[in-house]
């Protein structure tokens, strides 16, 4: 491709559903070397002695890092394996040189309507095999209140590591959801007041986006979606970049104020 800006079909795809997807956009040592990072980024956080106590919020368990200063995810019911990363751009340089790579922002920069964006947050979420556990039905928005007042101005672009599908904890999506605003969350205290309840929506509503590796998938902040537990045998790991116009704050500040309490 001589651009990676969204065609004219896809950004009628995105106003209709609220997402865009490009199959297998990285590939072959492209698509290791990216495994290769995330990998070693686990290794090396997984190992530092830095980590604070585990909590639970909502239906999830954190734990904050403060050297390299960064968010554990646990998974609840595996307490030793690990669920996600959040941030990571800060300190990781490779997974930072892949935020700034034209496959994911030239097609992000039309879908925020800026000139020039840059990274918001970055999270990596590794659903392992067997013991991948949900991300809840949610929009994002709702998590990112304190770092924008419109929601058109985040927008994230997941890069699936390994191919993902229904058996091994698939994205699924409520098309036209981005179109409704922010939705009620549940009666969850705290952080799980951001989680839709499950019974808003019914699940043949929802669609699963199957796509092979190295695909990505591009939507804003308001979409509702969710994904499954992995019943595979394989790891269903995904890299999410969440971009916003340029000159604003990154998701690690609000995170440098956590260390500081």
Known sequence: MGSWALSTEEQGQLERDGYVVREAVF????????RGACEALCRRLVASPTASPRIPAGSYVFQLVADPLTMLKWEPDHPDVLMGVEPFA???AA???LGTDPRLVEPMR???GAPEIEL?????NLKRARQGGPIVLHQDYPYWTDSSEHPEEIATAILFLDDAHGGNGGLEVLPGSHRGGAREGGAKPGFGRNELKPESIS????VMVEVPAGSLV???????HRSLPNA????RRALLYSYQPAGRLPSVHFFEKLVRR
């Open 218 to 224: 591009c939507f804003g902040s308001l979409l509702v």
């Open 203 to 206: 699940d043949d509503e929802l």
């Open 90 to 92: 800060h300190f990781d």
């Open 120 to 124: 918001f947050t970055e999270k990596l």
């Open 27 to 34: 590939q072959g040592d492209d698509l290791e070397a990216v």
């Open 95 to 97: 997974l930072r040189s």
């Open 110 to 112: 039309d879908l925020i």
């Open 232 to 235: 595979s045998d394989t790891d």
